[in-house]
């Protein structure tokens, strides 16, 4: 036997692997061309774009005359003499700190209720989702505008209980709650993924914590919220990405000026009136790209503190 391994020809030995590497290319060629329709896509649409808005932030361009180049002109004007920036960062990061907890705190509340199987329980689930499906309509955030402006529906409903508040998209200290209000009523993404969590959770686990004497309130804290953190942890990630993106309520209910008093002046408002309201795009690129590097950073730093806090079933904590 090893003789005749020793004596084989070397050509018959290598003809083999490359007989058989011709299948797996073209298997490649063929995975290349499926994926290509994704791939200019991406590249056309996504990568070109972002390359292009990053050469721009290191430019004076206002659409009609041809970029000229500034280097680092607008980052400094930004951090340095924007006031009505820092009233943007301002607004949206207290619209990010309101309104993602509320939001996820509902949504895990309503799964909750809605985790038994009753009679007509797939109607108020698809109910609760609907909000999500409207919520970033211009429609919805005009009705929403409507709802708490003079004579609204909120204003009649605190009238009620004595609470005379008038418009409150005119006022600066209840302007930005009635976006962060539009944005927690649109709880249903997360409210559906909590709800796929609850359903992979173990009743044994309920079962025993109920026989050691735990109440509701000690096993949604030992057993409902560790079994849940990872896709607690989804959902914080998601829900604060989407916060940082928020434009369209603020838009509609100060009527694209942010106001009143920059109260509901988000970032991604003041970005749409630098670039297109006074065509400063190189300066409205540099506000991009800053608010991903911050939005990155904080996903990061959400990830790395997961360790602390995230539970995996069968592997202890991250």
Do not use: C
Not at 84 to 101: D, I, K
Not at 293 to 316: C, H, K, N, Q, S
């Amino acid at each position: 036997m090893a003789n005749t391994a020793l004596t084989r020809p070397a050509g018959q030995v290598t003809a083999r692997p490359a007989q058989r590497s011709r299948p797996r290319r073209r298997g490649q060629r063929a995975a290349y061309v499926f994926l290509s329709p994704w791939i200019i896509g991406a590249t056309v649409l996504t990568v070109g774009p972002m390359l292009a808005s990053l050469y721009l932030s290191f430019t004076d361009y206002d659409l009609f005359d041809s970029p000229k180049w500034v280097g680092p002109d607008n980052y400094v004007r930004m951090f340095t003499e924007d006031d009505r920036y820092w009233h943007a960062v301002t607004a949206t990061l207290e619209y990010v700190v309101v309104s993602v907890p509320l939001k996820l705190a509902l949504a895990l509340a309503v799964a909750m209720l809605l985790n038994k199987e009753r009679r007509g329980t797939g109607f108020y689930r698809s109910a609760f989702y609907a909000p999500s499906l409207l919520g970033a309509s211009v429609s919805v955030a005009l009705v929403w505008r409507a709802m708490y402006g003079d004579g609204g529906v909120a204003g009649r409903v605190l009238g009620v209980f004595g609470i005379d508040v008038g418009s409150m998209v005119d006022q600066p200290r209840y302007a930005l709650l009635t976006v962060i209000a539009l944005a927690v009523w649109q709880f249903g993404a997360p409210m559906v993924i909590f709800l796929a969590g609850l359903k992979q959770v173990p009743k044994e686990l309920y079962e025993a914590a109920a026989l050691d004497g735990a109440g509701p309130v000690r096993r949604f804290f030992a057993v409902t919220l560790p079994m849940l953190s990872p896709v607690l942890l989804f959902n914080l990630v998601l829900e604060t990405i989407h916060a940082f993106q928020s434009f369209t309520s603020a838009f509609i209910i100060s009527s694209g000026r942010g106001g009143p008093s920059d109260s509901t002046l988000l970032y991604t408002l003041y970005l749409y009136q630098r670039g297109f309201n006074d065509f400063r795009m190189g300066y409205a690129s540099a506000m991009a790209w800053v608010l991903l590097v911050v939005v990155g950073l904080i996903t990061v730093l959400l990830f790395r503190g997961a360790d602390r806090w995230v539970f995996y079933l069968g592997e202890g904590r991250r």
